[in-house]
């Protein structure tokens, strides 16, 4: 059987190899999966076995054509077998075979689509090695030694992360060589920011199970180091003014830092000991030995934000996803920040600042996953933020058509203080400010921009609702709403009555529909907005305005 011909047609070396795929190719291999998935419905696995045996023959004979294509059929099979171990018998010979160390042997011409196919089957099969781990000192050796091809480098780093995310207890004895082959490849080839960052998250999984804090820590500090080469290359580059340079360096640094906070959280599978307790708040973010730690990315991201100047909107939202890795911790670790280190930064953005609303969506993210009672820490952080929302509200004139995206954050931020932290948007030091934000979010709701539009009527649909908070916050959150709930309503009724698109009135809906069930005096705000001289559309009449009540309040 000659594969490559009467499985993929006679131009199969241009289709495949060559990577030179037209439009009707493609679908030609997309129709070629379809096939074989559908094969395997009615054949089952002996039709995996047969390309297994296939691509074992094509390497024996170094037949890499024929090769790469039996092991894109293994590849397009890889979702029906779905993790079935029936077929591991076939995958150890396959895998246990001379496979991996012939494809990294330089002596043989073997063309990088061929190498590409070897390494995707890694990936697709990542759990027969959760299974047989005796196999993985080979794979990841040849996945290593593949990254040091420019061709094969991202999609081996792609593999080496798969690989050690799911087999991190089982390579923890490893993590010595693990992060003496990452050395050993940043000397040999300058590698791309996609690769590098993989290969860090893939790294840092295996430190997140060691069990040793101290050894963690040790292992963490080797890979920071790693990161912060680049963030001595960015500030050199920015140094020889030569900003592509240090863009790319500083970036590359900064996604480095993201991948490995994400590949250090707890796995959601992990057992859960249901005698231990998450830590209070407070205790979350006490001086523990991950602190000299994370002042060492906390000084690489100012570097870098320093050596690429303020308006770089990248750095702005890299380091604000830096600060999320750690947002779902319940135990401290190396990315759970002390509420300050966030709070100067958030505080530090001014309305000049590119994407400040990820910066105000970092610290909306930080109150909802803190919002536990009785956290003094985090209480502090929502006073410092909400302080910053005063001044960019401010600095906007409260003029929501200034900066409607900014707004529209600021919106957004103010509405993660319902309920948790009512206490402290309603306090009375802050009533002239609270005030003028009022205000402000009643011009949002009457302003031609969508984005604020929007969030103020969410925020009213959240703040009209009753909650379970102190009598003291109650009888706050009520006086407001007895003070500016005409004004509200009549900003609800006006939208819905003909200022709003079609496609907004859902938005509208839901602060009206919250109103009407949680306010005593909603139905007299209600018809005293219906029948205003300022409701927008002389074709609604009386009749049906009062159908309109009736249906609101039923």
Known sequence: MKLSKSVFGSDVRGTVSEHKLSYKATLTLESLV????????????????????????????????????????????????????????????????????????????????????AVTIIINFTAFFERHTQYLPSMLTFLFDSARTPALAEVAAKAVQSTCDSCRQSLVSEIGAFLQQYDNLLLWEDLATGAKERITGAIAAIIQAIPSKDEQMESLSRLVGFVEQDVQACFEFAESNAPVGAEEKGLCALSCLISMGKFLEEPDDKTIDLESKPAGQDELYVTTIWTPFQQRIVHSMNAVANALGPNNGAVVEAICQVFRTGFKEKFPGPFVFAPNVIEDYVTSTNLQTPRLDYALATAGAMLSAHSRAGATTTDRSATRFLIHLFQLTAAMGYNPTTEPEVASSCLDLATKYIPHYLHTFLDPQSRNHISNFIRFINQSMLCPELMPRRSAAFFWACLVQRYDVKTDVQVMVDSILELYGPQITQAIINNIGGEASRSELDSFAEPLRQMASAQASARQWLSNALSSSAFPSRKVGAAEKRVFLQQVLK
């Not at 054949?43 to 004979?61: H, M, P, Q």
């Not at 077998?81 to 042997?105: C, H, K, Q, R």
């Not at 043989?108 to 689509?113: G, H, Q, T």
């Open 34 to 117: 379809d096939l074989l998935q559908s094969a395997y419905v009615l054949l089952g696995t002996s039709i995996f076995d047969r390309f297994a045996k296939l691509a074992l023959e094509a390497l024996k004979n170094q037949a890499w054509l024929e090769l790469e294509a039996a092991l894109f059929c293994l590849n397009a099979l890889a979702e029906s077998i779905s993790g079935d171990e029936v077929v591991d018998a076939t995958l150890s010979t396959l895998f246990g075979s001379e496979l991996f160390p012939t494809m990294t042997n330089n002596a043989l011409e073997i063309p990088s689509k061929t190498q590409q196919t």
